[in-house]
């Protein structure tokens, strides 16, 4: 994959055949069409030279009262077991949902497992960080920042919001702007207890490049359950059929990670959360209403 070129604005999307594309891309997608409020904008923008180092701005229509300044503002962080398979488009139908409720949301993309360690954390730790330099930085409000994240995206965003956690020289360590709220969605939260039950047929150790007993410095930081208390208000949502992420693997960090972390509990399984109008995304409305 090529490390040629620089972050830049890579297009906006059209309002007419966008709705066409739209329409065929998610047939078969586990997410539903997205339902974007007439007047939002959105802006393709890369934050590196690689193909998957990009992401959307999703920018709430003008006639939002609270669109006139800076916007309390959802980095979306999308899931897929962090293989090549699935993207940012994942997310598509819960950022327009946000975005036509007036939250500024950043939905990113970020290097699959298949690429060199740790290519998947420093894109999204880089991609999380371009919220506060990118083309829509300035309606950013810094002190109302929540990052959100589905199934692999939620140990994502778990990750970021456990990003103070980590030593000198690790990645994605440094300055950075801790978020205020952090939800993960179905999360793979513990990973070496994902690794010991194989989820994602082995995506795990596809990820860190085995087992614990193989890359322990590896899961040291990647793993959120290592990185507790991560210092951030922290409201994971579960359901309670997951098949996919089972419920025990938000149960183990709620267990460990304090009192400024909690857990609903909603019906459903993996991909009700890929859809703002099932409990799954009223759980996360509710959870961002407090941003």
Request: hydrophobic share 40%.
């Amino acid at each position: 994959m090529s490390r040629r070129g620089a972050p830049g604005v890579v297009g906006l999307a059209a309002a007419g055949l966008s709705g066409l594309y739209e329409a065929v891309r998610h047939v078969g997608s586990p997410s539903p069409r997205p339902k974007v409020v007439a007047g939002t904008t959105r802006l393709v923008e890369a934050y590196g030279p690689t193909a998957r180092q990009v992401g959307e701005w999703w920018v709430p229509p003008t006639s939002t009262p609270t669109s006139r300044g800076p916007l309390p503002t959802v980095v979306l962080v999308h899931g897929g077991y962090w293989r090549d398979t699935y993207d940012r488009h994942l997310e598509d139908a819960v950022a327009a949902d946000l975005a036509g409720r007036g939250y500024l949301v950043w939905n990113v993309d970020y290097a699959p497992s298949s690429d060199p360690w740790p290519a998947t954390l420093t894109d999204a730790a880089a991609g999380y960080d371009f919220a506060f330099t990118g083309h829509y930085a300035d309606r950013v409000d810094r002190s109302h920042v929540a990052v959100v994240g589905h199934s692999a995206g939620g140990h994502l965003a778990l990750w970021l919001a456990s990003r103070s956690r980590l030593k000198a020289g690790a990645p994605g360590a440094g300055p950075h702007v801790v978020p205020a709220l952090a939800v993960p969605q179905a999360p793979v939260a513990a990973l070496a207890k994902a690794s010991a039950l194989g989820l994602g047929a082995g995506a795990v150790d596809a990820l860190l490049g085995g087992p614990p007993a193989r890359e322990p410095g590896r899961y040291a930081i990647a793993d959120p359950l290592g990185l507790v208390p991560s210092g951030v208000r922290t409201v994971l949502v579960h359901g309670v059929r997951d098949q996919i992420v089972p419920l025990s693997q938000s149960e183990a960090y709620l267990a460990a990670a304090g009192p400024t972390c909690s857990l609903l509990k909603v019906p459903g399984g993996h991909f009700a959360h890929l859809n703002p109008a099932s409990r799954a995304g009223e759980a996360l409305r509710t959870a961002l209403s407090s941003l």
